[in-house]
């Protein structure tokens, strides 16, 4: 379902990342970790379709991820796959419900689903509430809820656990596995938080060592 092959990139001409291959199926899951500054949220870019490699290939359900350009990109990943950002990337001075739709509304989705994903997510009461009013940890389920809105093949998740505490944690890494097996997809977890480790026993180091 997922295959990245000779993955190498580069910010300036000082430095050249090259990353480990990564080959998953539907329903497999992988922890990306690594040292700060590695390369760990880069590589996850390059997965989720936002920065394109210097060289090497990013295959999703059969597709190149960049042979596809522009507007058929955005389609794409809009549609395949849903990336939970380290910081939350969701618009604060809409509602809850107003940001699942967004993402619903750019790949032609009705989000028909987006009521149990919120039940689910523990955030159902919150949805007629304004982003800029949630605490961290709930603006965190909406920026997950948010992701999974429409039903993506490939969940990408930057340090989802780094703001929060033990019991949030637990319920957001098991969320994630939960909604990732629900819709057979392939889940990557980039982070340094030792919890993590408990939880998904494939794993990756980006850079060498830890
Ligand atoms: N837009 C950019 N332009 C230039 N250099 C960048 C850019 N983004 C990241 N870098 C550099 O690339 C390296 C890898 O960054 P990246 O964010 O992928 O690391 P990371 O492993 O996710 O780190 P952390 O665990 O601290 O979040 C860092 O040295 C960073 O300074």
Redesign the pocket.
């Known amino acids: 379902m997922l295959a990245a092959k000779n993955i190498e990139f580069n910010?300036?001409k000082v430095?050249k990342?090259e990353f480990p291959d990564i080959q998953m199926k539907e329903g497999d899951e992988l922890l990306i970790l690594?040292?700060?500054?590695?390369?760990?949220?880069?590589?996850l870019n390059i997965l989720g379709g936002l920065l394109k490699p210097l060289s090497g290939e990013v295959i999703i359900g059969g597709s190149s991820l960049y042979q596809l350009k522009g507007a058929s990109l955005d389609k794409f990943r809009g549609k395949n796959i849903g990336i939970i950002f380290?910081k939350p990337h969701i618009l604060a001075p809409l509602t809850v419900e107003e940001n699942l739709r967004l993402a619903n509304f750019f790949v032609g989705e009705r989000g028909k689903q987006n009521e149990a994903l919120l039940r689910e997510l523990g955030i159902f009461e919150k949805r007629k509430s304004k982003i800029s009013t949630l605490s961290e940890g709930e603006a965190q389920r909406v920026s997950i809820a948010r992701a999974l809105a429409n039903s993506p093949k490939l969940i990408l998740a930057?340090?989802p656990t780094s703001s929060l505490d033990d019991e949030n944690a637990t319920i957001v890494i098991k969320l994630l596995q939960e909604q990732a097996k629900k819709f057979q997809a392939a889940l990557i977890i980039?982070t340094?938080d030792q919890r993590v480790k408990n939880f998904i026993s494939n794993q990756v180091i980006?850079?060498g060592t830890l």
């Open positions: 910010y300036d430095r990342f690594g040292k700060s500054g590695s390369g760990k949220t880069t590589i380290q930057d340090e980039v340094h980006v850079g």
